[in-house]
């Protein structure tokens, strides 16, 4: 068993395949890795409830009654903030809206990363295990 406990990113993900290859790879560099679900009431029941997260890892297209911009909206309400990394796999206008957002409403973006996302491409953005 690890002596230190493992930074937790919470991975609001739709597509099955999509959270598979993240969670490996959040997994690979040292984080334990929560699957949020990804409709709006299930969401906003999970996030009642929601453990200490170290990182928010947001998907913006997700379901039909859900998406990046209201998960934002259902995490300031509850008072929870902090690292958010981005992910789409549509135009870059959308990662920079829901981007300029976040900051607004007080998350600290790390990046806003275009599918697919690499290995290589989180480690760059995320913070030191140590941190």
Same mark, same amino acid.
């Given at each position: 068993m690890d002596s230190y406990k493992k930074p937790l990113v919470v991975i609001v993900e739709d597509n099955d395949v999509s959270f598979e290859i993240y969670a490996s790879l959040f997994e690979h560099l040292g984080w334990q890795v929560l699957r949020a679900p990804w409709t709006s009431t299930t969401f906003s029941e999970f996030s009642d409830d929601m453990p200490a997260?170290? =990182?928010?890892?947001?998907?913006?297209? #997700?379901?039909?009654?859900l998406d990046g911009f209201e998960v934002l909206d259902i995490l300031n309400k509850r008072g929870l903030s902090g690292d958010i990394v981005l992910v789409s796999g549509f135009s870059n206008s959308? =990662?920079? #809206?829901?981007?300029? =957002?976040?900051?607004? /409403?007080?998350?600290?973006? *790390?990046?806003? *990363?275009? /599918?697919?996302?690499?290995l290589d491409m989180l480690k760059k953005v995320l913070p030191s295990i140590g941190e």
């Open positions: 997260f170290r =990182l928010v890892f947001l998907d913006i297209v #997700l379901s039909d009654d959308y =990662l920079n #809206l829901l981007g300029s =957002l976040a900051e607004a /409403k007080g998350f600290n973006v *790390l990046a806003s *990363l275009e /599918k697919p996302v690499t």
